[in-house]
T-cell receptor, first 109, second 112 residues
Framework: KNQVEQSPQSLIILEGKNCTLQ??????????LRWYKQDTGRGPVSLTI?????NTKSNGRYTATLDADTKQSSLHITASQLSDSASYIC????????FGTGTRLTVIP | KAGVTQTPRYLIKTRGQQVTLSCSPI?????VSWYQQTPGQGLQFLFE???????NKGNFPGRFSGRQFSNSRSEMNVSTLELGDSALYLC???????????FGPGTRLTVT
């Protein structure tokens, strides 16, 4: 069964700290994996996209990793800011798109 | 370049009514996908249209329907609304389904 699971469901961290979000998938045939950031009441915005051959990709303070063998991805946020408070959604493309339910990150001062 | 626009942004309906939501994709994008997002279920795929043809369909009842016009604008319709249809409905456009999707701000539908 094609599934995308994210952990943790929610996370609260202090401003300036780092954090890592996890995404495990059982989707096949794998095409690519995206991380999206979704602010409350807004549509998701793409942060990174990774294909089978890529194992690390950065976008500013966001760094995504992909281990295609274990079917795991992580999103690492460095030096968190209040504006990082949002939901982070992992999406895996096979023949269709499969969405994780997201991790709700709250950054507090 | 203008982004994906959705109208209306907010909508309140009562059970049994029907509703039509509109999505205007980014200029040049021919693929439009619709998603339902609820706190418990996350994003769920409704359907995708490409060049006025429905190309993919998710696992939703027939009360949910859509269409795409020749200018790539898309509408989705929900008939006989139920309380469980309360959700954020997101539209995403792309050049084609294998390219990056760009999401609109969504329409928040509340069914009372």
């Amino acid at each position: 069964k094609n599934q995308v699971e994210q952990s943790p469901q929610s996370l609260i961290i202090l401003e300036g700290k780092n954090c890592t979000l996890q995404c495990n998938y059982t989707v096949s045939p794998f095409s690519n994996l995206r991380w999206y950031k979704q602010d409350t009441g807004r549509g998701p915005v793409s942060l990174t996209i990774m294909t089978f051959s890529e194992n690390t990709k950065s976008n500013g303070r966001y760094t995504a990793t992909l281990d295609a063998d274990t079917k795991q991805s992580s999103l690492h946020i460095t030096a968190s800011q209040l504006s990082d408070s949002a939901s982070y959604i992992c999406v895996v493309r096979a023949n269709n798109l499969f969405f994780g339910t997201g991790t709700r990150l709250t950054v507090i001062p | 370049k203008a982004g994906v626009t959705q109208t209306p942004r907010y909508l309140i309906k009562t059970r049994g009514q029907q509703v039509t939501l509109s999505c205007s994709p980014i200029s040049g994008h021919r693929s439009v996908s619709w998603y339902q997002q609820t706190p418990g279920q996350g994003l769920q795929f409704l359907f995708e249209y490409f060049s006025e043809t429905q190309r993919n369909k998710g696992n939703f009842p027939g009360r949910f329907s859509g269409r795409q016009f020749s200018n790539s604008r898309s509408e989705m319709n929900v008939s006989t609304l139920e309380l469980g249809d309360s959700a954020l409905y997101l539209c995403a456009s792309s050049l084609d389904s294998r390219w990056e999707q760009y999401f609109g701000p969504g329409t928040r539908l509340t069914v009372t």
